[in-house]
Protein backbone atom coordinates (compact mmCIF):
# COMPACT_ATOMS: atom_id res chain seq x y z
CA UNK A 1 0.00 0.00 0.00
CA UNK A 2 1.18 3.32 -1.08
CA UNK A 3 -0.06 6.55 1.58
CA UNK A 4 0.41 9.57 -0.35
CA UNK A 5 -0.85 12.33 1.42
CA UNK A 6 -2.19 15.77 1.11
CA UNK A 7 -0.26 16.90 3.94
CA UNK A 8 -2.29 19.99 4.71
CA UNK A 9 -5.48 18.12 5.02
CA UNK A 10 -3.12 15.57 6.62
CA UNK A 11 -2.16 18.40 9.53
CA UNK A 12 -5.96 19.93 9.72
CA UNK A 13 -7.42 16.07 10.14
CA UNK A 14 -4.75 15.86 12.96
CA UNK A 15 -5.59 19.05 14.54
CA UNK A 16 -2.09 20.02 13.96
CA UNK A 17 -2.33 23.49 12.38
CA UNK A 18 -3.28 25.69 15.19
CA UNK A 19 0.88 25.74 16.46
CA UNK A 20 2.40 28.45 13.58
CA UNK A 21 3.54 28.45 10.32
CA UNK A 22 5.62 25.47 10.36
CA UNK A 23 2.91 22.94 10.68
CA UNK A 24 1.19 24.63 7.73
CA UNK A 25 2.84 23.51 5.02
CA UNK A 26 1.34 23.00 1.60
CA UNK A 27 1.65 19.52 -0.18
CA UNK A 28 4.65 18.65 -1.40
CA UNK A 29 5.48 18.69 -5.03
CA UNK A 30 5.58 15.82 -6.92
CA UNK A 31 8.84 17.22 -9.10
CA UNK A 32 10.92 16.95 -5.31
CA UNK A 33 10.14 12.68 -5.72
CA UNK A 34 12.42 11.74 -9.17
CA UNK A 35 10.00 9.64 -11.23
CA UNK A 36 12.15 6.85 -10.95
CA UNK A 37 11.33 6.01 -7.54
CA UNK A 38 7.40 6.17 -8.38
CA UNK A 39 7.16 2.16 -7.83
CA UNK A 40 5.55 -0.31 -5.18
CA UNK A 41 8.95 -2.08 -5.43
CA UNK A 42 10.68 1.40 -4.42
CA UNK A 43 8.49 1.42 -1.08
CA UNK A 44 10.09 2.20 1.88
CA UNK A 45 8.46 1.27 5.13
CA UNK A 46 8.33 3.27 7.84
CA UNK A 47 8.83 2.76 11.89
CA UNK A 48 7.57 6.23 13.67
CA UNK A 49 8.81 6.46 17.44
CA UNK A 50 7.40 9.37 19.46
CA UNK A 51 4.57 10.51 18.23
CA UNK A 52 2.86 13.17 20.47
CA UNK A 53 5.10 16.17 18.77
CA UNK A 54 7.59 16.81 16.12
CA UNK A 55 7.60 13.02 15.09
CA UNK A 56 4.29 13.09 14.06
CA UNK A 57 4.85 16.26 12.05
CA UNK A 58 8.23 14.60 10.36
CA UNK A 59 6.32 11.07 10.20
CA UNK A 60 3.26 12.99 7.86
CA UNK A 61 6.44 15.02 5.76
CA UNK A 62 7.36 11.18 5.25
CA UNK A 63 3.89 10.18 3.96
CA UNK A 64 3.21 12.31 1.62
CA UNK A 65 6.31 10.83 -0.54
CA UNK A 66 5.73 8.77 -3.12
CA UNK A 67 6.69 4.77 -2.29
CA UNK A 68 6.29 5.49 1.60
CA UNK A 69 4.25 2.78 3.57
CA UNK A 70 3.73 3.15 7.29
CA UNK A 71 4.34 -0.37 8.63
CA UNK A 72 4.47 0.59 12.83
CA UNK A 73 3.73 3.36 15.47
CA UNK A 74 5.39 3.34 18.58
CA UNK A 75 4.85 5.37 22.11
CA UNK A 76 5.16 5.32 25.91
CA UNK A 77 1.03 6.94 25.82
CA UNK A 78 -1.53 4.56 24.18
CA UNK A 79 -3.85 7.98 24.53
CA UNK A 80 -1.14 9.45 21.94
CA UNK A 81 -1.68 5.97 20.16
CA UNK A 82 -5.13 6.06 19.59
CA UNK A 83 -5.27 9.76 18.41
CA UNK A 84 -3.13 8.78 15.64
CA UNK A 85 -4.58 5.83 14.78
CA UNK A 86 -7.43 7.72 14.21
CA UNK A 87 -6.12 10.83 12.38
CA UNK A 88 -4.60 8.30 10.02
CA UNK A 89 -8.11 6.87 9.92
CA UNK A 90 -9.68 10.02 9.17
CA UNK A 91 -7.39 10.54 5.97
CA UNK A 92 -8.72 7.36 4.59
CA UNK A 93 -5.85 5.09 5.32
CA UNK A 94 -6.27 1.49 6.37
CA UNK A 95 -4.44 1.29 9.88
CA UNK A 96 -6.00 -2.09 10.00
CA UNK A 97 -1.72 -3.49 8.69
CA UNK A 98 -0.01 -0.82 11.04
CA UNK A 99 1.55 -2.73 14.13
CA UNK A 100 1.68 -0.53 17.45
CA UNK A 101 3.96 -0.66 20.11
CA UNK A 102 4.60 0.84 23.45
CA UNK A 103 8.53 -0.43 23.60
CA UNK A 104 10.68 0.52 20.64
CA UNK A 105 12.84 -2.53 20.88
CA UNK A 106 10.03 -4.27 19.38
CA UNK A 107 9.65 -2.09 16.48
CA UNK A 108 13.31 -2.54 15.56
CA UNK A 109 12.86 -5.78 15.55
CA UNK A 110 10.74 -5.91 12.86
CA UNK A 111 12.63 -6.96 9.86
CA UNK A 112 10.59 -5.24 7.20
CA UNK A 113 11.15 -1.54 8.63
CA UNK A 114 13.91 0.03 6.27
CA UNK A 115 13.85 3.07 8.45
CA UNK A 116 12.55 4.86 11.51
CA UNK A 117 11.87 8.65 12.67
CA UNK A 118 12.69 9.26 16.28
CA UNK A 119 10.52 11.67 17.37
CA UNK A 120 10.69 10.95 21.78
CA UNK A 121 12.31 13.69 24.31
CA UNK A 122 16.03 14.29 24.30
CA UNK A 123 16.84 11.66 26.24
CA UNK A 124 15.72 9.00 24.48
CA UNK A 125 17.80 9.86 20.85
CA UNK A 126 21.01 8.88 21.44
CA UNK A 127 19.92 5.96 22.48
CA UNK A 128 17.09 4.68 20.13
CA UNK A 129 19.15 6.11 17.00
CA UNK A 130 22.32 3.82 17.88
CA UNK A 131 20.28 0.41 18.17
CA UNK A 132 18.42 1.25 15.19
CA UNK A 133 21.39 1.52 12.91
CA UNK A 134 22.70 -1.50 14.93
CA UNK A 135 19.23 -3.23 13.77
CA UNK A 136 20.60 -1.78 10.03
CA UNK A 137 17.66 0.89 9.84
CA UNK A 138 18.08 4.39 8.77
CA UNK A 139 17.37 6.63 11.25
CA UNK A 140 15.33 10.26 11.34
CA UNK A 141 16.12 11.84 14.56
CA UNK A 142 14.93 14.61 15.95
CA UNK A 143 17.15 17.49 17.03
CA UNK A 144 18.76 18.12 19.08
CA UNK A 145 21.40 15.02 18.07
CA UNK A 146 21.60 14.28 21.51
CA UNK A 147 21.74 15.36 25.17
CA UNK A 148 25.23 15.43 26.18
CA UNK A 149 28.46 15.58 24.19
CA UNK A 150 29.17 11.82 24.83
CA UNK A 151 26.32 11.13 23.84
CA UNK A 152 26.91 12.92 20.45
CA UNK A 153 29.87 11.43 19.66
CA UNK A 154 28.91 7.66 20.63
CA UNK A 155 25.79 8.66 18.20
CA UNK A 156 28.77 9.64 15.40
CA UNK A 157 30.25 6.93 15.51
CA UNK A 158 27.19 4.36 15.58
CA UNK A 159 26.49 6.32 12.06
CA UNK A 160 30.08 5.07 10.75
CA UNK A 161 30.12 1.67 12.18
CA UNK A 162 27.29 0.64 11.00
CA UNK A 163 26.89 2.75 7.82
CA UNK A 164 23.27 3.82 7.89
CA UNK A 165 21.07 7.13 5.98
CA UNK A 166 20.89 9.32 9.33
CA UNK A 167 19.22 12.60 9.05
CA UNK A 168 19.17 14.77 11.99
CA UNK A 169 15.38 17.04 11.98
CA UNK A 170 17.31 20.65 11.53
CA UNK A 171 15.08 21.23 8.45
CA UNK A 172 16.81 25.11 8.26
CA UNK A 173 19.18 23.38 6.01
CA UNK A 174 16.84 22.55 3.53
CA UNK A 175 15.23 26.10 3.31
CA UNK A 176 16.45 28.08 0.32
CA UNK A 177 16.99 31.34 1.78
CA UNK A 178 18.84 30.26 3.95
CA UNK A 179 21.44 29.40 1.86
CA UNK A 180 21.16 32.19 0.17
CA UNK A 181 21.82 33.87 2.57
CA UNK A 182 24.82 32.27 3.87
CA UNK A 183 26.18 32.53 0.20
CA UNK A 184 25.62 36.59 0.56
CA UNK A 185 27.76 35.97 3.84
CA UNK A 186 30.62 34.26 2.47
CA UNK A 187 30.85 36.31 -0.40
CA UNK A 188 32.75 39.01 1.43
CA UNK A 189 30.23 41.82 0.95
CA UNK A 190 29.79 42.33 4.28
CA UNK A 191 33.02 43.26 4.77
CA UNK A 192 34.91 41.76 7.90
CA UNK A 193 32.46 39.92 10.06
CA UNK A 194 33.21 41.02 14.05
CA UNK A 195 30.22 39.41 15.45
CA UNK A 196 27.35 37.47 15.15
CA UNK A 197 24.20 37.39 17.42
CA UNK A 198 21.74 34.46 17.62
CA UNK A 199 18.89 35.23 19.41
CA UNK A 200 15.70 33.35 20.57
CA UNK A 201 12.78 35.02 21.79
CA UNK A 202 9.46 33.18 22.58
CA UNK A 203 6.77 34.79 24.07
CA UNK A 204 4.32 32.00 24.02
CA UNK A 205 6.73 29.45 25.74
CA UNK A 206 6.12 29.46 29.24
CA UNK A 207 6.56 26.44 31.80
CA UNK A 208 3.69 24.87 33.64
CA UNK A 209 3.07 25.42 37.18
CA UNK A 210 4.30 24.24 40.11
CA UNK A 211 2.19 20.60 41.25
CA UNK A 212 1.94 17.31 43.23
CA UNK A 213 3.26 14.88 42.15
CA UNK A 214 0.37 11.68 40.85
CA UNK A 215 -0.03 9.25 39.71
CA UNK A 216 1.03 8.90 35.86
CA UNK A 217 -2.30 9.36 33.58
CA UNK A 218 -3.85 5.90 32.25
CA UNK A 219 -2.43 4.07 29.74
CA UNK A 220 0.89 5.67 30.15
CA UNK A 221 4.33 3.24 30.60
CA UNK A 222 6.08 6.08 33.07
CA UNK A 223 9.03 3.71 33.76
CA UNK A 224 9.54 3.55 29.87
CA UNK A 225 9.00 7.30 29.43
CA UNK A 226 11.74 7.94 32.34
CA UNK A 227 13.89 5.29 30.43
CA UNK A 228 17.38 5.57 31.17
CA UNK A 229 16.74 9.23 32.86
CA UNK A 230 17.21 9.25 36.60
CA UNK A 231 13.61 7.60 38.43
CA UNK A 232 11.50 10.10 40.00
CA UNK A 233 8.04 9.90 40.95
CA UNK A 234 5.42 11.18 37.77
CA UNK A 235 4.58 14.79 37.66
CA UNK A 236 2.55 16.37 35.27
CA UNK A 237 4.80 19.52 34.72
CA UNK A 238 7.70 17.50 33.45
CA UNK A 239 5.98 15.61 31.27
CA UNK A 240 5.02 15.84 27.53
CA UNK A 241 6.30 18.93 25.89
CA UNK A 242 7.26 20.06 29.43
CA UNK A 243 10.27 17.63 29.41
CA UNK A 244 12.28 20.57 27.89
CA UNK A 245 12.95 22.79 30.86
CA UNK A 246 14.45 19.55 32.75
CA UNK A 247 17.75 18.59 32.61
CA UNK A 248 17.45 15.06 33.24
CA UNK A 249 15.22 14.85 29.56
CA UNK A 250 16.78 18.27 27.81
CA UNK A 251 18.38 21.44 27.32
CA UNK A 252 16.03 23.89 27.68
CA UNK A 253 15.33 26.71 24.71
CA UNK A 254 19.41 26.74 24.13
CA UNK A 255 19.07 23.43 22.68
CA UNK A 256 15.77 22.98 21.88
CA UNK A 257 16.27 26.24 19.20
CA UNK A 258 19.68 26.79 19.51
CA UNK A 259 20.83 23.82 17.05
CA UNK A 260 18.96 25.79 14.65
CA UNK A 261 19.75 28.78 14.84
CA UNK A 262 23.28 28.55 16.21
CA UNK A 263 24.07 26.08 13.23
CA UNK A 264 23.54 29.19 10.71
CA UNK A 265 25.79 31.54 12.71
CA UNK A 266 28.96 28.65 12.60
CA UNK A 267 28.09 27.62 9.13
CA UNK A 268 28.25 31.51 7.84
CA UNK A 269 31.16 31.62 9.44
CA UNK A 270 33.16 28.50 8.50
CA UNK A 271 33.03 28.04 12.44
CA UNK A 272 34.66 24.91 14.10
CA UNK A 273 34.43 25.11 18.30
CA UNK A 274 34.63 28.02 20.61
CA UNK A 275 38.00 28.90 22.27
CA UNK A 276 36.39 29.82 25.31
CA UNK A 277 32.85 29.79 26.61
CA UNK A 278 30.92 32.23 29.34
CA UNK A 279 27.23 31.96 30.33
CA UNK A 280 25.11 34.28 32.46
CA UNK A 281 21.34 33.53 32.98
CA UNK A 282 18.59 32.30 35.45
CA UNK A 283 14.92 32.15 35.54
CA UNK A 284 13.80 35.51 35.91
CA UNK A 285 10.72 35.53 33.49
CA UNK A 286 8.98 32.50 35.42
CA UNK A 287 10.51 32.02 38.93
CA UNK A 288 7.49 30.40 40.18
CA UNK A 289 7.04 28.15 37.65
CA UNK A 290 8.08 24.54 37.45
CA UNK A 291 11.70 24.51 35.65
CA UNK A 292 15.06 23.58 35.75
CA UNK A 293 16.88 24.88 32.58
CA UNK A 294 17.16 28.91 32.30
CA UNK A 295 14.24 30.87 30.66
CA UNK A 296 16.57 33.66 30.54
CA UNK A 297 20.65 33.21 28.96
CA UNK A 298 22.65 35.36 27.36
CA UNK A 299 26.31 33.07 26.26
CA UNK A 300 29.63 34.49 25.05
CA UNK A 301 31.53 32.53 22.70
CA UNK A 302 35.10 33.47 21.27
CA UNK A 303 36.18 32.49 17.89
CA UNK A 304 39.03 33.21 16.00
CA UNK A 305 38.95 36.63 14.52
CA UNK A 306 35.03 37.20 16.05
CA UNK A 307 32.67 36.90 18.41
CA UNK A 308 29.08 35.03 18.88
CA UNK A 309 26.49 35.76 21.00
CA UNK A 310 23.74 33.78 21.56
CA UNK A 311 20.46 34.92 23.44
CA UNK A 312 17.15 33.44 24.64
CA UNK A 313 13.97 34.66 26.63
CA UNK A 314 11.04 33.13 27.28
CA UNK A 315 7.98 35.16 27.39
CA UNK A 316 8.90 37.61 25.53
CA UNK A 317 9.01 38.09 21.57
CA UNK A 318 10.80 41.82 21.30
CA UNK A 319 13.85 40.49 20.02
CA UNK A 320 17.06 42.08 18.27
CA UNK A 321 15.99 43.71 15.40
CA UNK A 322 11.90 43.74 16.28
CA UNK A 323 12.04 40.00 15.44
CA UNK A 324 11.39 37.08 17.59
CA UNK A 325 14.33 34.98 16.26
CA UNK A 326 17.13 35.10 14.24
CA UNK A 327 21.34 35.26 13.23
CA UNK A 328 22.60 38.97 12.82
CA UNK A 329 26.03 39.15 10.76
CA UNK A 330 27.66 42.23 11.74
CA UNK A 331 30.05 43.50 9.12
CA UNK A 332 31.96 46.63 8.59
CA UNK A 333 29.76 47.00 5.30
CA UNK A 334 26.87 46.02 6.52
CA UNK A 335 24.41 43.54 8.63
CA UNK A 336 22.70 40.40 7.08
CA UNK A 337 19.62 39.72 9.46
CA UNK A 338 18.50 35.96 8.56
CA UNK A 339 15.63 34.05 10.28
CA UNK A 340 12.72 31.84 9.20
CA UNK A 341 10.88 34.48 7.05
CA UNK A 342 13.41 35.65 4.58
CA UNK A 343 16.47 37.68 5.22
CA UNK A 344 18.00 41.30 4.09
CA UNK A 345 21.04 43.18 4.57
CA UNK A 346 21.18 46.41 6.29
CA UNK A 347 24.01 48.78 5.02
CA UNK A 348 27.01 50.49 7.65
CA UNK A 349 26.15 54.10 7.30
CA UNK A 350 29.97 55.51 7.72
CA UNK A 351 30.99 52.25 5.41
CA UNK A 352 32.78 53.87 1.57
CA UNK A 353 31.54 50.58 0.42
CA UNK A 354 27.98 50.66 1.31
CA UNK A 355 25.76 47.57 0.79
CA UNK A 356 22.01 46.63 1.42
CA UNK A 357 19.57 44.30 0.29
CA UNK A 358 15.73 44.61 0.58
CA UNK A 359 14.12 42.18 2.46
CA UNK A 360 13.84 38.52 0.44
CA UNK A 361 10.98 36.04 2.07
CA UNK A 362 11.18 32.62 2.29
CA UNK A 363 9.24 30.70 -0.83
CA UNK A 364 9.74 26.94 0.59
CA UNK A 365 8.82 24.61 3.16
CA UNK A 366 11.88 23.40 5.25
CA UNK A 367 10.61 20.08 6.57
CA UNK A 368 8.58 18.70 3.29
CA UNK A 369 12.01 19.48 1.84
CA UNK A 370 14.38 18.27 4.20
CA UNK A 371 12.26 14.54 4.78
CA UNK A 372 12.33 14.83 0.89
CA UNK A 373 16.05 15.22 0.67
CA UNK A 374 16.32 12.18 3.33
CA UNK A 375 14.30 9.93 1.16
CA UNK A 376 16.21 10.53 -1.62
CA UNK A 377 19.54 9.50 0.13
CA UNK A 378 17.92 6.42 1.86
CA UNK A 379 17.44 5.32 -2.09
CA UNK A 380 20.60 6.62 -3.71
CA UNK A 381 22.88 6.13 -0.35
CA UNK A 382 25.15 8.95 -1.85
CA UNK A 383 25.76 10.04 2.14
CA UNK A 384 27.64 13.34 0.77
CA UNK A 385 23.70 14.62 -0.53
CA UNK A 386 22.40 14.74 2.90
CA UNK A 387 21.09 18.90 4.14
CA UNK A 388 21.76 17.53 7.65
CA UNK A 389 24.07 14.45 8.45
CA UNK A 390 24.99 13.60 11.92
CA UNK A 391 28.43 15.07 11.98
CA UNK A 392 26.63 18.39 11.05
CA UNK A 393 24.51 18.21 14.11
CA UNK A 394 26.80 16.80 16.24
CA UNK A 395 28.65 20.37 16.08
CA UNK A 396 25.98 22.33 16.34
CA UNK A 397 24.03 20.35 19.30
CA UNK A 398 27.93 20.95 20.79
CA UNK A 399 28.73 23.99 20.82
CA UNK A 400 25.07 24.46 22.35
CA UNK A 401 25.95 21.46 25.10
CA UNK A 402 28.61 24.39 25.85
CA UNK A 403 26.67 27.30 26.57
CA UNK A 404 24.39 25.27 29.39
CA UNK A 405 27.29 23.26 30.33
CA UNK A 406 29.36 27.39 31.50
CA UNK A 407 25.81 28.16 32.38
CA UNK A 408 25.10 25.37 34.89
CA UNK A 409 29.11 25.35 36.61
CA UNK A 410 29.11 29.08 36.13
CA UNK A 411 32.77 28.74 34.93
CA UNK A 412 34.22 30.24 32.05
CA UNK A 413 35.13 27.18 30.19
CA UNK A 414 38.14 26.86 27.95
CA UNK A 415 38.27 24.01 24.44
CA UNK A 416 41.12 22.19 24.09
CA UNK A 417 40.80 21.82 19.98
CA UNK A 418 43.50 19.38 20.00
CA UNK A 419 42.55 17.18 22.82
CA UNK A 420 38.91 17.59 21.72
CA UNK A 421 37.54 18.30 25.77
CA UNK A 422 37.54 21.28 27.66
CA UNK A 423 40.62 22.57 29.61
CA UNK A 424 39.59 21.41 33.07
CA UNK A 425 39.24 17.70 34.23
CA UNK A 426 36.00 18.67 36.31
CA UNK A 427 34.24 19.91 34.19
CA UNK A 428 34.97 16.78 31.43
CA UNK A 429 34.09 14.31 34.30
CA UNK A 430 30.74 16.22 35.62
CA UNK A 431 29.07 16.79 32.36
CA UNK A 432 30.42 14.71 29.35
CA UNK A 433 28.41 12.15 29.41
CA UNK A 434 25.00 11.73 31.01
CA UNK A 435 24.97 8.91 33.57
CA UNK A 436 22.19 6.29 32.37
CA UNK A 437 19.85 4.64 34.82
CA UNK A 438 17.30 1.74 35.63
CA UNK A 439 19.58 -1.25 33.85
CA UNK A 440 19.88 0.99 30.21
CA UNK A 441 23.02 1.57 29.27
CA UNK A 442 24.72 3.23 26.18
CA UNK A 443 26.03 0.59 23.75
CA UNK A 444 29.66 0.71 23.35
CA UNK A 445 30.44 1.46 19.47
Sequence with gaps: MLM???????????????????????????????????????????????????????????????????????????????????????????????KVYTDYRRLLEQKDIDLVIIGTPDHWHA???????QAGKDVYVEKPVGNSIGECQAMLAAQKKYNRVVQVGQWQRSQQHFKDAVDFVQSGQLGNIRTVKVWCYQGWMKPAPVVADSAPPAGVDYTMWLGPAPTRTFNSSRFHFNFRWFWDYAGGLMTDWGVHLLDYGLLGMKATNPKTITALGGDFAYPDLSEETPDTLTVLYEFDGFNLVWDHAMGIDNGSYGRDHGIAYI????????????????????????????????????????????????????????????????????????????????????????????????INKQYWMKEYHNGWKLPVV
Design 4 to 98: NINRRHFLQQSGLLAGGALLSSSFVSSALVPPRYRSASDQINVGAIGLNGMGWNDLAAALQLHGVHLSALCDIDKNVLDRRLKDLAAVKLDTSKI
Design 127 to 133: LIMIEAC
Design 331 to 426: GNNGTLILNRGGWEVIEEKKSAQKVSKPFANSVDNGLDRHMANFIDVVRSRKMEELHCPVEAAVHVATVAQMGNISYRSKERLVWDAAAGKFTDAK
